[in-house]
């Protein structure tokens, strides 16, 4: 009997995309109030493009600026736990085809991740 | 305007593109990019930025209750995606190099297929010949019909994953999802079922958003605090939308929405061209 088939991964993935939304939507939430309150009387100015600070570029800058003394840190962890979820999904996929024995849709879905992880790591 | 005005402004109007974005299919990302740029005269780089995060949020907010419908194909978009995200690299890369003003005309293009694409109703599912790549990929699948599941072959394979690259590159070079896009490469090219199309086109908009998510993150071009706003403001919005979609008179919608997306076509056309 195959425990494992299409319509269960198809489940379980949809459950891990909704928990990795509301955890960055709370984690960006929270950083926006944060934001408010402490520089809430700044001038907002996005009209010339400066690019963000170096250190919410990457992730161990984010990782080591996201405490409460640092809103937009905050937020942007938030926003990379955002980016994470897609990502995860895809790992989450190759491991379920893997118990599938499905070898074409492992090498598939290993190349996808490659890609994302490139993206996230070896590009800057 | 100080933060405490901008923030809320900016979650209002992103919470109306998300709204507006569901209740048509469109998305909401490729509102938010005009009306931030038009209306609040953001640079268009930290717009797509905002956008491209509005989107994966929407994509994975709203693929639960598609997975739960049966629709969602997720081999065919596995598959595609290794096309989607190959092109989100490309375009990522592109959208570094490219004048803000070649970016708004592109925009704008992108923006009159969507207003146009948008007042037209759903396609009629025609079957074609089967292709013996969907075979070897195990791209043919079944949907929950009337009566019981529906089969349904995958056609001219080679030419959909193409159009699938060039869905991510669109999607890498303006932060949008270009669902349109991808759901003309599954509906029209490889016809796959309206609806399985519709709803693995949505699957797979988050991961390719993610491709250049992270090309994005090191260029600067995801400031946080334009982005809380945008990513908050599309999620509700889109949430309420998909909410909304029984019993919403959906035609008058899309016209409206036609319309409005037709004028910021025309103005992101107009702004680009000003600055080349």
């Given amino acids: ?37 402490r520089h809430g009387g700044e001038l907002a100015d996005y009209r010339a493009f400066h690019g963000t600070s170096e250190k919410y570029r990457s992730i161990s800058g984010i990782m080591s600026t996201a405490r409460p003394s640092d809103c937009r840190g905050i937020v942007q962890l938030g926003l990379l736990l955002l980016i994470l979820t897609p990502i995860a999904r895809v790992a989450f996929s190759m491991a379920a085809f893997a118990l599938e024995r499905d070898r074409t849709y492992v090498v598939l879905t290993a190349i996808v991740l490659v890609i994302l992880l490139y993206s996230l790591v070896v590009a800057h | 305007m100080t933060n405490l005005e901008f923030t809320p402004l900016v979650f209002l109007i992103s919470a109306i593109a998300g709204l ?46 598609y997975v739960r419908e049966g ?79 529906q089969r349904y072959t995958v056609t001219r394979v080679k030419s959909g994953w193409a159009l699938m690259f060039g869905a991510g590159t669109l999607s890498g070079l303006l932060g949008i999802g270009s669902g349109a896009l991808k759901v003309i490469a599954m509906d029209q090219v490889m016809r796959i079922p309206f609806k399985v199309s519709t709803t693995t086109s949505n699957f797979m908009i988050g991961v390719t958003a993610a491709a250049s998510a992270g090309i994005y993150l090191s260029r600067g071009y995801i400031e946080p605090a334009l982005a809380m706003p945008v990513m908050l403001g599309v999620l509700v919005g889109s949430l309420v939308g998909a909410r909304q979609l029984v019993g919403a008179r959906v035609k008058v919608l899309r016209w409206i929405f036609a319309a409005a997306v037709g004028v910021m076509a025309i103005e992101m056309i107009i702004s680009g061209a000003r600055k080349l």
């Fill in chain 1, 1 to 37: 009997m195959s425990t494992w088939n299409d319509e269960r991964l198809e489940k379980i993935v949809s459950g891990l995309l909704i928990a990795g939304v509301l955890l960055s939507a709370l984690v960006v939430f929270s950083g926006a109030i944060c934001f408010c309150v």
């Fill in chain 2, 20 to 65: 507006l974005g569901a209740l048509t299919g469109l998305g909401g990302g490729v509102v938010v990019t005009p009306a931030l740029t038009l209306l609040l005269g953001v640079d268009i780089r930290y717009a797509i930025g905002a956008s491209l995060v509005s989107v994966i949020a929407t994509s994975s907010g709203a693929a639960a209750a």
């Fill in chain 2, 71 to 149: 629709y969602s194909n997720i081999r065919i978009g596995m598959f595609l995606e290794i096309a989607t995200t190959l092109g989100a690299l490309l375009g990522a890369f592109l959208a570094t190099r490219t004048p803000t003003g070649i970016l708004s005309l592109i925009f704008g293009l992108v923006l009159l297929h969507a207003a146009w694409s948008s007042s037209r109703g759903r396609p009629e599912d025609v079957a074609g010949k089967p292709d013996p790549l969907a075979e070897r990929y195990k791209l043919n699948g079944s949907f929950p019909g009337d009566h019981g599941p």
